[in-house]
């Protein structure tokens, strides 16, 4: 079973910061791309950014561009969502996902991001 453990959530003011952290005891972690969906009460599940194995390549949604930013150590098995800027919009439960190349995501167990106007 591959388990995604997520921390960093929590509570921020308008303008804050927060960093999440999504980490794996799985050797295939090098494997695999890497990212993050939010789902806000009443609406879809959305994409936020993602990250090659290498973390030569990112992703971002429109909404989140020039302020968070996606990064993965290797060594620790570990990515890592930076939140600067935040806003009100930004409030939403953040899932971590793995791509392992194959017909389904392994998934974190969300974490609550609640930002304050």
């Known amino acids: 079973q591959v388990q995604l453990v997520q921390t960093g959530g929590g509570l921020v003011q308008a303008g804050g910061s927060l960093r999440l952290s999504c980490v794996t005891s799985?050797?295939?972690?090098?494997?695999?791309?890497m990212g993050w969906f939010r789902q806000a009460p009443g609406t879809r599940r959305e994409f936020v950014a993602a990250?090659?194995?290498?973390?030569?390549?990112?992703l971002y949604a429109d909404s989140v561009k020039g302020r968070f930013t996606i990064s993965r150590d290797t060594a620790k098995n570990t990515v890592y969502l930076q939140m600067n800027s935040l806003k009100p919009e930004d409030t939403a439960v953040y899932y971590c996902?793995?791509?392992?190349?194959?017909?389904?995501?392994?998934w974190g167990q969300g974490t609550q991001v609640t930002v304050s106007s």
């Open positions: 996902f793995a791509d392992p190349g194959l017909r389904y995501n392994y």
């Open positions: 799985d050797s295939s972690f090098y494997r695999w791309a």
């Open positions: 990250i090659s194995p290498s973390g030569g390549r990112t």
